[in-house]
């Protein structure tokens, strides 16, 4: 069974730039979540679809936002990147009924 | 607001110890709590997952127990492999009917082990 799939694996933007992110999680799941994790702040949560619905966001600024597709794949959007942006993003595919989260290996995004 | 702490941050023991890792929350309302493995530069690996309603769960070498009413949970990694070096990480999910993922993470505890 495939795990969650994340692309890209790295990558590098310059400030003012946006950047998408594409998260593709366990077959037969159907809830994703992103995080955000930094040295500074560690993981912090940004935002969880279940069904092609938002079901839940996190604290941070409208420049980040994110859609789930039918079928179940998500992307996340950054938007005028900020040096701060710089994180390793990860997604959450979640397992219905035991709510157990599966990780997969993140997207390092650089802002230059 | 759900807090999680860790405790220690950071750990080094020689090869073959058993050790202990502690998680603590604030808010007991949770609706399990989850422990992850995060190797340098990669993503995280679920190691256990505790429902709120039960009081421990093992696999392996590694032994979770769960107190609710306390807020704490430990991770108990017996036998201990220079491969168990790795960060740990502790995360709660709110307890709101299941109807969220959301997880609150503890800070970590940075394991090292000496062959």
């Known amino acids: 069974k495939a795990g969650v799939t994340q692309t890209p694996r790295y990558l590098i933007k310059t400030r003012g730039q946006q950047v998408t992110l594409s998260c593709s999680p366990i077959?037969?799941?159907?809830?994703v979540s992103w995080y955000q994790q930094t040295p500074g702040q560690g993981l912090q949560f940004l935002f969880e679809?279940?069904?092609?619905?938002?079901?839940n966001k996190g604290n941070f600024p409208g420049r980040f936002s994110g859609r789930q597709f039918s079928n179940s794949r998500s992307e996340m959007n950054v938007s005028t990147l900020e040096l701060g942006d710089s994180a390793l993003y990860l997604c959450?595919?979640?397992?219905?009924?035991?709510?157990?989260?599966?990780f997969g290996e993140g997207s390092r995004l650089t802002v230059l | 607001k759900q807090e999680v702490t860790q405790i220690p941050a950071a750990l080094s023991v020689p090869e073959g110890e058993n050790l202990v890792l502690n998680c603590s929350f604030t808010?007991?309302?949770?609706?399990?709590l989850q422990w992850f493995r995060q190797d340098p530069g990669k993503g995280l690996t679920s190691l256990l997952l505790?429902?709120?309603?039960?009081r421990e769960q093992t696999s392996g070498r590694l032994n979770a127990s769960l107190d609710k009413s306390s807020g704490r949970s430990t991770l108990y990694i017996a036998a201990s492999q220079p491969g168990d070096s790795a960060t740990y990480l502790c995360?709660?999910?709110?307890?709101?009917?299941?109807?969220?993922?959301?997880?609150?993470f503890g800070t970590g505890t940075l394991l090292a082990v000496q062959p």
């Open positions: 959450a595919s979640g397992a219905d009924g035991t709510g157990e989260l599966f």
């Open positions: 077959s037969g799941h159907r809830s």
């Open positions: 679809y279940f069904s092609e619905t938002q079901r």
């Open positions: 808010d007991s309302a949770i609706y399990n």
């Open positions: 995360a709660v999910r709110a307890s709101l009917g299941g109807a969220t993922n959301k997880l609150i």
């Open positions: 505790i429902q709120s309603s039960q």
